[in-house]
């Protein structure tokens, strides 16, 4: 039986990709590491020496044709992602795939084109979503997107407390990610200039909206609000923004994504109900423990402090008690390794990928909806 059965050619090779992919992908037994383009390494960034016997391509075009690419991983600027995701859903693949020579580990089964997993935020546009969507199904392909937020265990601690009804029937549901960088500094160059696809309600509000849907649906009408908190910002890019989601009972979710915010503790979550409330302080710890170099079944991964622990206030008789709420442990079906365990079983045709692009098409709706009403100054109809 062969330890791998999938082969992951990678588009792309900077922090996300290192970061976020990469280790997800080297400890998930169904895939292997085998390609990854890089279009100018230098001698302290160089994919093929970080990453001996995986095949180096500095083009794109070149990648796709290679027979023995099962998946495609495109971790680009959001600007490249439809062109490149085009290219890949377009590619043809001939004669058995290197995943096919291993029956003993997924069904022998042609893969006559390449499955393609976008980095969030899925494309700029609808349009854009709408022709990928309609060039995978034309070719009868796998595509998703890489919403691996839906993972954090602070919001799989908040979903199994709204689907358990333990606070009732919401009525203000706040999300928050405020950090305090009121200066560019160490910014990556395309985080400071205005571009398709950019600012700071593509890059962090596209978790936050996709998170809000999965609990919700869609609501019945957006406010939105995009600028700079910034002093200096010549480039115009939008590094903050505020979103009302109005439901049709009521209920008003808030997306929150700051740069100035001086806080000892950053608010997190605030979801208030008819039968209790759950605040949250401080993110989901799997992103600072992937960036110090641990990884999922490491020990310890994904497991917030005790002094992290978000707070359950709820009616006790005749008053309110508050009380520190345990984050769910992950398990090794909810880190962000789900992602590319479910995108594998999709492949192998024993389930269903992590994120369709049907629902990242939406946010993606959401976005341009809230970005128009804030360039007309008025709430619009979903």
Request: hydrophobic letters at 35%; one cysteine or more; charged letters at 25%.
């Amino acid at each position: 039986m062969a330890e791998k059965s999938y082969n992951i050619g990678i588009i792309g090779y900077g922090a996300a990709a290192k970061v976020f992919h990469i280790p997800l992908i080297e400890v998930t037994p169904e895939l292997n590491l085998y390609a990854i383009v890089q279009r100018n390494p230098t001698a302290q960034n160089d994919a093929s020496k970080a990453h001996p016997g995986i095949k180096s391509y500095r083009a794109a075009e070149e990648m796709v044709k290679d027979d023995l690419v099962d998946i495609v991983v495109i971790i680009t600027t959001p600007a490249t992602h439809f062109e490149l995701a085009s290219l890949a859903l377009e590619n043809r693949k001939h004669g058995l795939t290197h995943a096919d020579c291993f029956a003993s580990v997924a069904p022998l089964h042609q893969l006559t084109s390449i499955p393609v997993l976008v980095e969030k935020p899925f494309v700029p546009t609808t349009q854009e979503a709408d022709q990928l969507i309609a060039l995978a199904k034309k070719h009868n392909r796998l595509l998703t997107v890489y919403q691996n937020r839906r993972y954090d265990t602070d919001f799989l601690t908040l979903q199994s407390l709204i689907k358990s009804n333990t606070l009732g029937r919401i009525v203000e549901f706040e999300s928050h990610i405020d950090r305090y960088k009121p200066t560019f500094a160490n910014a990556k160059p395309w985080k400071t200039i205005r571009q398709p696809g950019g600012g700071a309600i593509y890059d962090i509000g596209a978790h936050l909206i996709d998170q809000i849907v999965l609990l919700f649906g869609l609501p019945q009408s957006i406010t939105g609000f995009t600028g700079s908190q910034r002093a200096e910002n010549a480039g115009g890019y939008d590094d903050s923004c505020t979103v009302l989601m109005h439901y049709a009972d009521g209920m008003v979710a808030t997306v929150k994504v700051a740069v100035v915010s001086p806080e000892e503790k950053q608010l997190r979550f605030w979801v208030r109900g008819e039968s209790g409330s759950y605040k949250k302080y401080h993110e989901d710890p799997q992103e600072a423990h992937l960036t110090a170099g641990k990884r999922p079944g490491d020990p310890g991964f994904g497991i917030e402090t005790e002094d992290h622990h978000g707070i359950l206030t709820v009616p006790v008789e005749s008053t309110l008690r508050s009380e520190p709420y345990p984050t769910l442990q992950p398990t090794s079906d909810t880190t962000y390794k789900a992602i590319y365990t479910q995108l594998a079983a999709a492949v192998a045709g024993k389930g269903d990928v992590a994120v369709k692009a049907e629902e990242a098409r939406e946010v993606i709706r959401l976005i341009e909806l809230a970005k128009r009403s804030n360039e007309e100054g008025k709430t619009l109809n979903v």
